[in-house]
């Protein structure tokens, strides 16, 4: 069973900080790109970061300068350093295996068999 499960949420004032972290049981977990997505209040859920099994990574607008993507394989884990929060930051965040390119960069899909987990809540509010 691929299983990702998220953790690092909490509450936050703007210009603050939180690391996300994203853990994975049931795959090979170097073989795949992560990515991260999240999913505002009355908003549609869409891709924030995401990192190959190069390294390669790409970012959503939004979040350009004030996010990094990392990975480290030996233990299992991506995360996500969000520095320089804003209030429009707020959601729920969700990491999931995602596909790549011919050029091996990752895209904002779900590979096939992937599901979304519960995601962990960051609000940023003063």
């Known amino acids: 069973q691929l299983q990702l499960v998220e953790s690092g949420g909490g509450l936050v004032r703007p210009g603050g900080s939180l690391r996300l972290s994203c853990a994975a049981s049931g795959f090979t977990w170097a073989y795949y790109a992560i990515g991260w997505f999240r999913q505002a209040p009355g908003k549609e859920r869409e891709g924030v970061s995401c990192i190959s099994s190069s390294g390669k990574t790409t970012y959503a607008d939004s979040v350009k300068g004030r996010f990094t993507i990392s990975r480290d394989n030996t233990k299992n884990t991506v995360y996500l350093q969000m520095n320089s929060l804003k209030p429009e930051d707020t959601a729920v965040y969700y990491c999931?295996?995602?596909?790549?390119?011919?050029?091996?960069?990752?895209?904002?899909?779900?590979?096939?068999?992937?599901?979304w987990g519960q995601g962990t809540q960051v609000t940023v509010s003063s």
């Open positions: 999931a295996p995602v596909m790549t390119t011919v050029q091996a960069m990752c895209v904002m899909t779900l590979i096939d068999f992937a599901s």
